[in-house]
């Protein structure tokens, strides 16, 4: 708890620094992975900072030995969820100085690579290392923009002929399906994780003529939101979801607040036309698989569809000691 009260109070003080500049000067090192702590969670990643197209917000972007592109390389970009950024999320105990400390590593980035995926995974705005915008907050339509600028700079990096596929976990799964609705999709295959996309929820607008505002202060994250994903006894032990809890206060101390959620009521399955894998675990309490069913029946005919059920598994599959079903 002293841990995580101190990386509070360096992101506050870091907020602070930030605030004197301009939203587009920031960097990484306005972040709390820009802190001393922070930055032991990027060992053994590349740090890249890509400009957003619209209004040049940096946005972070991470690569594994990725130093070399090459137009062959089966690329992947991956985003996060609601809460967290993708670096616990997805380099979980990476890194050559975890390895050196015998550390077993839960880096899904690893586990790709060695699939011969070239993974990248991007931070929204406001998460990890990608700096808050003047909203203080995330919007669905504006991570879907973002998306796009890092695909672009990803596909002028690899090469106009290299295949990128784009993958979303949980809320990230709701951002990527509304990214392969647009006209022309700029990958070729989708992946929906954990998605909890459900055609019966309906989000609210916000209203227009309220008086009393909405609080604008900051509101810490906590160790028990961190390891509330982990559900079933025997699946995790307890050391690796301390860890897990652990980097993820680390990245994101205080919790960034999604706005305009009714912008997700324009998700439809019937509108997306990249080959799509629908996956979650059986016993996932987010994802139902009577929703997920209506999620799979409901992608339309004419593009190749495949729906995975990992047995024995909830919503964090990918952290999970039979994490090498889902990465198979």
């Given amino acids: 708890r002293l841990a995580t009260r101190s990386s509070t109070v360096l992101w506050q003080t870091a907020t602070s620094t930030a605030q004197a ?56 970009l991956m985003l996060h969820g609601r809460t967290w950024s993708s670096v616990p999320v997805y380099h979980l105990l ?14 899904l980035m690893e586990e790709l690579l060695a699939k011969n995926i070239q993974v ?12 808050r915008d003047a909203k203080r907050g995330v919007e669905p339509d504006r991570c879907v923009d973002d998306v796009e600028t890092v695909l672009t700079w990803l596909q002028k990096r690899h090469g106009p002929q290299t ?21 022309k999709p700029l990958f070729s295959k989708l992946v929906l ?17 309220v008086t009393n505002k909405a609080t604008t202060e900051d509101v810490e994250n906590t160790y028990d939101a961190a390891v509330e994903d982990f559900t079933i006894e025997g ?6 979801a301390k860890e897990f809890a652990k ?30 894998l629908v996956v979650s675990g059986d016993q996932d309490p987010y994802c139902p698989l009577h929703v997920q069913q209506a999620l799979f029946t409901n992608l339309p005919r004419g593009s190749d569809k495949t729906w995975s059920i990992l047995a024995n ?10 994490r090498s079903r889902f990465a198979n």
């Fill in 235 to 240: 699946t995790i032990p307890p050391e690796p």
């Fill in 313 to 322: 598994a909830d919503h964090a599959v990918h952290l999970l000691e039979g």
């Fill in 163 to 183: 295949a990128l596929s784009l993958l979303g976990w949980s809320q990230g799964a709701l951002v990527a399906q509304l990214a392969a609705q647009r006209r």
């Fill in 94 to 107: 990476g890194g050559p100085i975890n390895a050196q400390k015998g550390l077993e590593s839960h880096s």
């Fill in 120 to 131: 990248y995974a991007m931070d929204f705005r406001g998460f990890g290392g990608t700096p």
């Fill in 247 to 276: 980097a993820a206060l680390l990245s994101d101390p205080i919790k960034n607040p999604w706005k305009q959620l009714h912008q997700f009521n324009n998700l439809d399955p019937s509108r997306v036309h990249v080959p799509t």
């Fill in 193 to 209: 994780y954990g998605s909890i996309y459900d055609s019966l929820i309906r989000y609210p607008r916000e209203p227009l003529y």
């Fill in 21 to 76: 500049k301009n939203y587009s000067d920031m960097t990484i090192a306005d972040t709390p992975l820009g802190t001393a702590k922070g930055s032991e969670l990027l060992d053994g990643l590349d740090v890249y900072c890509v400009p957003s197209s619209d209004d040049q917000h940096p946005l972070s972007v991470y690569g594994i030995q990725s130093s070399n592109p090459k137009e062959t390389d089966n690329v992947l």
